[in-house]
């Protein structure tokens, strides 16, 4: 299924049904009096975080959603068939704001939670309401009222405890299918990743967190270059960025240090928020070269970063130090949880 984590829809909801104007019509009943009953209520419209979807593929196709109107009203002060509430599912993890408004509606980010976004119209009022001691045949009744609609900008932010950001070519997708079940698509050119992927990483028997890969990023990428940056919202829910670096780049003339600096800009000038979010260092692809080398080249870069946050040196083609690098990070969500925990 194609990735889509924007869309636009109009919801509606239903309007309410009108009120009766009616007199009870018996035989040997004189003057029987109004009976005119109300009209039903129209249905609202709610948005619902389901678990089995991951995109908003759907909303490509299905833009408009609209409620159930309500019935009007009928003789013997028969009240409406109200009109059914509409749940429009999406994926846990999205984002809503009104178009014209721009008002941020919900974050739904737990399983089932459950929003109205359209109010549903009243029902309008049957002749039998306005009966009084000085108008004993009234023949006033009122209109049921319009159903709420609005536009919604839909807005997929995937939930993972882990973010990888790196250039193309990395290995952020070798190491996610290294260390979790998910199979994204690997190759030996850049951008072969094209919309976020999701991996449970399991750390011990009842212990385990969930890692997303995004596309790589380039230099430029905020003015648009590469795949630009529209994928970076996935990161913001993150808790720890784990910043892949090729030690062993096959154009040589590539600095490593200057790719880092280069996605720290890229970060800074799209979040001030996501930039300051705990960052590791991880040295991928440990496996091209020798100890000697590894540890001059490793060095070198840690010197020009002046690197002073926790660094892990892997090889996710080989699986060499991503055990270390699971339980590392497990702790550090554990660390971090609590803190937040204790803070609340």
């Known amino acids: 299924m ?58 490509r196709v299905a833009r408009k959603f609209k409620a159930e109107g309500g019935r009007g009203g ?50 309008g009022l049957g002749n039998t309401r306005f009966k009084s001691s000085t108008n004993r045949a009234p023949r006033k009744t009122t209109n049921g009222t319009s159903g709420e609609a609005r536009h919604l900008q839909l807005e997929l932010k995937v939930l993972a405890d882990v973010g990888l950001l790196g250039m193309p070519n990395a290995g952020k997708s070798t190491l996610i299918s290294a260390m979790s079940e998910a199979r994204p698509r690997i190759a030996d050119y850049p951008f072969t990743t094209l919309h976020p992927n999701l991996g449970v990483v399991r750390v011990g028997m009842l212990q385990s967190f969930v890692m997303a890969d995004i596309p790589g990023l380039i230099e430029g990428a905020a003015e648009g270059a590469g795949l630009g940056i529209q994928f970076l919202r996935h990161l913001q829910r993150t808790g720890l960025l784990l910043h892949l670096v090729d030690i062993a ?40 070269l020798d100890s000697e080398a590894l540890s001059l080249a490793t060095q070198d870069l840690l010197d020009n ?26 702790q550090e969500l554990e660390s971090l949880a609590e803190n937040a925990r204790s803070e609340a």
């Open 305 to 330: 970063l002046g690197w002073t946050r926790p660094v892990f040196e892997v090889s996710a083609a080989t699986g060499e130090g991503t055990d270390a690098l699971g339980h590392a990070i497990m």
């Open 74 to 123: 009928a003789g013997r002060n028969k009240t409406g068939r109200s009109g059914g509430d509409l749940d429009v599912h999406v994926p846990c993890g999205t984002v809503v704001h009104d178009v014209d408004t721009g008002e941020l509606i919900i974050d739904l980010t737990a399983e089932g939670q459950r929003q109205k976004v359209a109010e549903g119209g009243r029902g």
């Open 249 to 288: 780049p096959i154009d040589t003339s590539v600095d490593p240090a200057q790719s880092v600096r280069a996605l720290e800009r890229e970060l800074k000038n799209f979040s001030t928020e996501l930039a300051g979010k705990p960052r590791w260092l991880v040295i991928n692809k440990i496996d091209l």
């Open 2 to 59: 194609k990735f889509v984590d924007e869309a636009t829809i109009r919801v509606q909801a239903g309007n309410g049904g009108h009120g009766c104007l009616s007199f009870r019509r018996e035989k040997y009943v004189e003057r029987g009096g109004p009976d005119g009953g109300d009209g039903g209520h129209g249905g609202s419209v709610y948005l619902l975080a389901d678990p089995a979807m991951n995109t908003l593929a759907d909303f």
